[in-house]
């Protein structure tokens, strides 16, 4: 029976400034089930088979509280899934999503998939349970009391069944309150209640704040106490403080820098008293030290603790030589990054009831955990997560999540990459499912009634094909040339046709959003979109009818653009060709078909396109790719040089043709809010160290424009080593600054342009299967058209939150391609010793970076202290000894081995002979603010990226090609294999990375 118990009358104003009268009437009923299968009073056994019913009643039922699953999310995970019988109350998820929207959407999850023991319990509409807010009382006052009634209830009603109710909270006051009359319920902390009943779950336990750390630490830590929110908004106001995120330094864990917005240098935090428990990420308050204070960025490398003594906890490195910069501490966290981690234990710090865990992520601090089973869990990745810190702690305390897999496992330690790099890779929903065409694979073009919308052409008659990468099946873009009886030339570019399929803020769209991007690993391939629109319905296969958006250009013989237009299209590719099948076609003159023909025209007139970019300051910057070949089981077999075809080319050029144009109509209809991409010119400080090495090799670096650049590079160019050639472009690309996607209401119009590929707009708009910022420019470019409205308000802000999300999931999709590639060369030099060239590329105060083209491996030979008393000359680039001189550029002999016990590759110099130098490598080293150039032509802020798609046949070539963002990126990670290289080409632009990001 339903009772009305309220009702509640007020106009509100809508997003679209609408004024509508809003009715909330509350209702009360008294036949609400209380969810226990054999409770006689509410007859559930009529609904057994409904789903969230108790399958049993007979044990204890636990009931918690807000701030328990606030704090121990992972224990209640755990829990439910060894069978706790648990009530959830809908006041305390209501409570919980106010307080934490990540939370609830997480217990949600926990409940979903326990839903035969946990069951949500709708006090606030049940009669018996429902209260009314007292005078004075505060909201959570009220909320705790309505939890206390409804476990009364419960407590009483349940006798008949012998169930017990247990009431977990980890508040003092409210369980002497439950306890207490009217209420008189069991209550108790759940690391009592853990510990007395099931201490298998101890481990999951997170620390309490007021238990601290056991491991005190011994006088030399004693970091400050971190201010309250109330002083930082106040030091915030009057500019005592700044705020901003810290980024740890990759290459030296006792040292980051916060960017302030307004501020024109980041500030440097040397040393972990500065640093005062903050980690990266970490939104901190952040002061600036005096000027006499201020501190020089450390030149040495520090990635173990082990390798630096205690009288550089301050981080005092003397640097003569470098500038200073502005400097500061962390006096509190605004906002706190403490995200769940992937690692393993420190199996030197296992104790009888404690450990340290070691993320993989080098920029994170050790974490001290509890328990028991240290020694069983060494042996495994992990998942640990941050509790609390204490000033008293030299390390944050944490807890046990759960395990991921054995050490070395493939599969483990795959998904520990994309845990550390936050990748989604849950299987898509229910709800974003059910979006797909019901026809499902069966879907035909001619009979979805867009077939003969007004605004779609049937082009189906036009020879158009594409260009891949052999194994290629997520295929987004096609062409087509034909000659027009005026004698121009008709060239196309054909994409998929995504967003008819993803309809705008449909559950589909949503989830697509929040991934970003399609991840690229060696072994594993993690979708954007479902595979039935990915590789089937929206994938440009030959022979069948598909959907398209396209872009058509007329143009003369000398490659002026006459003409542009844009429409939907219905096409039937003719050929689906690898770059090596189109290549052979074009050289051979015997073949006069029809494909063939069109193929040495566009190859024609990408090269005039390519020349044009040249000529108006385009930037072409070196790469040095390679493939990994894979046996029969996916073993890493053999590393060989990727070989770049004409043909590569060629794509690229009419892709990157494709985005500029899109984007120059876009940005026409929306000037405020239209998503683009830019790339920033260079800041010369960054530059500063590769201009005055190049000098000492006789070559003067002008970066005043990508076209002063591009002739500084070209005078490289006629030197007779290749090599230098080849290491100064590289070392170019990774001094530029991250191509960025951004709203144009951001910022100014002189800032929209593109340093790389020197033209004022450019975005992403030919590869919609795997990134979204192309779905959104599809939108855009369909809304212009008139084809149809959009649903989603379309406004800066919106349009910038789009832009942030897509730029991060689009970093960390790199940073994972890059980390995926370094676990398989790892596998490949695995039980093997090999020497091979390098080249110095870096000078660092106790060490030098070495690349090896062959392998597109870079790593930090560090010098032991006492290897012939080096001398660092910054301004030589050099480190000398009584012995030795090492100057960027120098050429080197490295030994080439895996590490066992850390699960790394180590280099260590064999030529010259420096004693015991030797250092962790990396794939393609990743310091942080370096840039890479992606197929697209875009800067990224990474070094590397590898995305390879998983192909499971013999001689499986994993070849990734690593982004060049700076003529930007029409190739975010597709792949035909695994990219191991340091940086691309700019100027190359989007198919190259494609053809890696594309492999399967």
Known sequence: LWVMHSSKHFV??????????????HYLRDDISCGCIDCIACKNEETAEKKNLLTKSDGAIVIVDTNTVLQQMDALDSAAAIGWQMIIFSTTLEDLKSKNVASYHRFREVIAKSSNHCFVFSNEFHRETYIEKLPEESTNDRNERAVRVAAAWYKEHLKQTGASVIFLTNDEGSRELARAAPFSIDAETI??????????????????????????????????????????????????????????????????HVPVEGLDEDILVSGMQHLNRSINGDIVAIELLPRDQWKRPSRNILLE????????IEGDIPETQIPLRPTGKVVGIVRSNWKPAAGTIDKKSIGANSCLFQPADRRLPKIRIRTAHAKELSEQIIIVTVDVWEANSRYPSGHYVRTIGAIGDVDAETESILHQHEVPFHPFSENAMACLPVEGPNWLAENDPDFKSKWRRDIRDICIFSV?????????????????????????????????????????????RDRGTTVYLVNRRIDMLPGLLGTNLCSLMDNVDRFAFSCLWEMDENGNILKTDFFKSTIRSRAALTYEMAQNRIDDPKDQSEISKALRIMMRFAKRLKQGRLDNGALELSSMEVK?????????????????????????????????????????????????????????????????????????LDISSSGALAKSLDVAKSWNNPHINRLIRVMTTRCMSQAVYFSTGQISPGEYGHYGLAVPFYTHFTSPIRRYADDVVHRMLAFSLGVYSLDMKLDNNSVRRIADNINMRHRMAQYASRASTELHVMMFFKDKLIREEGHVVGIRANGFNVLIPKYGIEGTVYIEPGDGDFVYDEKAFTLTSSQHRVHVFDRVVVEISVEPSRRKLLLKCVSPAIHQASAHAIVNADMEGNATVDHDGDVFNEKHVTSTPTVPSVQVETKTKRPIDLNDDEN?????????????????GNKKKKQKNKKQ
């Open 12 to 25: 509100k104003k809508t997003r679209k400034g609408k004024i509508v009268k809003v009715v909330r009437e």
């Open 972 to 988: 975010s990670p597709k792949t035909e294999g695994t990219v191991l290289t340091p940086s691309k080409s700019v100027g190359s």
């Open 468 to 512: 891949d990468p052999p194994g290629c099946t997520d295929i987004d873009d096609a062409l087509h040339v034909r000659i027009l009886p005026n004698g121009n030339y008709e060239f196309g570019v054909h994409i998929a046709d995504v967003t008819y399929f993803v309809k705008e803020n449909s559950p589909l769209d949503l989830e697509a």
């Open 628 to 700: 990994i070949v894979k046996d029969e089981n996916q073993n890493p077999i053999d590393v060989e040089m990727y070989q770049l075809r004409d043909t590569n080319s060629m794509v690229e050029e009419f892709m990157l043709l494709a985005n500029m144009s899109v984007a120059k109509h876009i940005y026409q209809h929306f000037p405020h809010f239209a998503l683009l991409r830019r790339h920033p010119a260079p800041n010369p400080k960054g530059f500063q160290g590769l201009i005055d090495a190049c000098k000492k090799m006789g070559l003067d």
């Open 305 to 312: 603790e082990n390798k630096v003594g205690e009288e550089l």
């Open 191 to 256: 690391q009592d209640y853990v510990k007395n009943k099931f201490p298998e779950l101890v481990d999951h336990l997170s620390t309490p704040k007021t238990e601290g750390d056991d491991y005190v630490d011994d006088g030399k830590i004693k970091f400050e106490e971190h201010i309250s929110k109330k002083q930082i908004e106040i030091g915030l106001k009057k500019g005592e403080i700044h705020s901003g995120p810290l980024r740890m330094n990759r290459d030296n864990f006792r040292e980051g």
